[in-house]
DNA sequence: GCCGTTATTGACAAACTAGTCCAGAATGGA
DNA sequence: TCCATTCTGGACTAGTTTGTCAATAACGGC
């Protein structure tokens, strides 16, 4: 065996993340980085390869524990459109430090656009697993007559997951628990039945 | 007198804020800049001051041209549901080059958040002229019947600035203008009375 | 046509950026 | 204890970045 690291490379890539999602890509330079990580120059390359990979698995982690959040969100609901109005709530609930960090989805289409495969390709797959997860969430909701029967669920799905992106822009500038709150009343109340 | 401008000095800035859009602030060097709007740098300098300089005033004449847009917008409208309604699906039918180029609001949020005072500042002003005049169409819609009764106009009117703003995060990606359209329309018909 | 003013052009400087190299240090196994 | 391996830290490089300077060119009023 040889010399073991003196980091913990999942807290290093989540520090990353942290300073990825308040400046961007770009603006975020290697020695940020490092600084951020608490690691060395070296480790960095060693260990990530370069400054673009470490973004895109910070891009993925980020991506994943978000999943994995809302799908635990979903499965502690006690119905199909109380899941919806979680996940809508859910960023109200986060402390004001971390909602007001940008959301790197978000903020690598705003940057990339679809320039980047990469990038694009792992947004790509996050957006079509919410869809099909907000699409069955829908299609219960429906059975059950907890929404109205006259919408579509694929549309439905893409207008919810619209709904979660433009309260994350708004989230960065600041925006309280209780305007985010009503924003996700608004958009839930719309979706039921007379 | 003395030797004028071969540019003018709104497109320039209408070239630059293209350039602008397309990566953010970071990513686009004064070399890009002057490239795309096809000046000496010399004369960007002289122009605009500096990169940060003209980046403010690209995205105050973005704003500008927006609020000018959407107020365009409003006027015309048959009804001030319509209006809201014409806002919304305003974005679908952009041309499909224009629509995919990030919104300089959004952009920029997500790449200097709060920490700007400047970018914050001319955000500010622009999402409360649109909050303000969305709180006076929801409060006419209201006394009209053509929205609910039970919805309040302030919480209303942050719930489209939030709309809008997923609509510009998803349109980036190269969402259709039929899956725009059905964005609107269920964020419209959530709205209406039973 | 001359002249003061301003625009343009290309060269330049200082700082910063991503990424590499290398020497030395730390580790676990033999 | 010694060794192979891998980590670490600092120096380094090549390229890019923003912004400036100085020389030249173009214009309009006189």
Redesign the interface.
Known sequence: MARPKEFDRDEAVDCALTAFR??????TSTDDLRLAMGIGRQSLYDTFKGKKELYLEALRRYLASRVHGHFDLFRKAKSPLQAIEDLLLSIALENPKER???CLA??S???????DADV?SI??EF?STMQAALEKLVTEAKAKHLV?AS??AE??A??L???????R??A????SPE?LR??A???I???QP?
């Not at 289409?109 to 320039?115: D, P, V, W």
């Not at 997951?161 to 309260?167: D, F, I, K, R, Y």
């Open positions: 308040k400046g961007g890509f770009s603006s007001r960090l940008a978000v903020s289409i705003c940057e990339f656009g679809t320039a694009a947004n790509r957006a109205r919408l579509n549309d439905t893409r207008y997951v619209s709904t979660l992106a433009g309260m822009v708004i960065i500038t600041g925006a305007a009503s924003i009343a608004i958009a109340l719309g979706l007379h």
